[in-house]
């Protein structure tokens, strides 16, 4: 009979074991256990995700703020930096505009002493005194030497022990046996340079 059993069965029909009502509550219980499985797992999913969330909300606002304060920081220190620039600059300004002022009181006082503006009037003009004869020093082509002259950069200065001292006696020499021709008149008008009209 088992065997007519077992070979009556057609197949497609469930086993034996999978029909009847205990078999749909097991499976209603087994897919109720399973979605609360689901369930479990998609809550506890949310919550990792809310924490993670809430975390990185957290990162961003103290990077948010961390950043704030750096560029304020750097402004001001920028600020402060620019106006202790500032003040050295004033600071040296101011040095050197008193430094001008103490040449220019000592100038001031120069100028009060009657043979310091009688030296520059003679430098300057060319004006002599009463009684006195002016002469003007002429380089050897017979032009007059520049008063106002300044004094050259030593290191282009040739070197004095370069020639020998009888070298310069013959040259003086020469100069002397053939002085120049060619002398100008002095001027019956004598003007200031133009460096010290324009001053």
Excluded: C
């Amino acid at each position: 009979m088992a065997d007519d059993r077992r070979t009556s069965r057609k197949p497609g029909r469930p086993v034996s074991g999978r029909s009847g009502p205990r078999y749909a509550e097991r499976l209603k219980a087994e897919r109720k256990k399973a979605a609360r499985e689901r369930e479990a797992a998609l809550v506890r999913a949310r919550a990792e995700h809310q924490h993670k969330a809430r975390l990185t909300s957290r990162a961003a606002i103290l990077v948010l703020v961390l950043a704030v304060l750096a560029v304020s920081y750097a402004s001001s220190l920028r600020a402060y930096l620019q106006q202790r620039g500032n003040i050295t600059a004033l600071q040296a300004q101011i040095a050197e505009r008193e430094a001008k002022i103490d040449d220019l009181k000592d100038e001031k006082r120069r100028w009060e002493d009657p043979a310091y503006v009688a030296q520059q009037a003679r430098a300057r003009f060319g004006y002599v005194a009463q009684g006195e004869t002016p002469f003007v020093v002429v380089d050897e082509f017979g032009n007059p030497l520049d008063t106002a002259a300044e004094l050259g950069d030593p290191a282009e200065v040739a070197d004095p022990d370069e020639r020998t001292w009888y070298e310069d006696a013959w040259d003086s020499m020469k100069i002397a046996g053939d002085p120049p021709t060619k002398v100008r008149a002095p001027k019956n008008d004598i003007q200031a340079p133009q460096e010290d009209l324009s001053e």
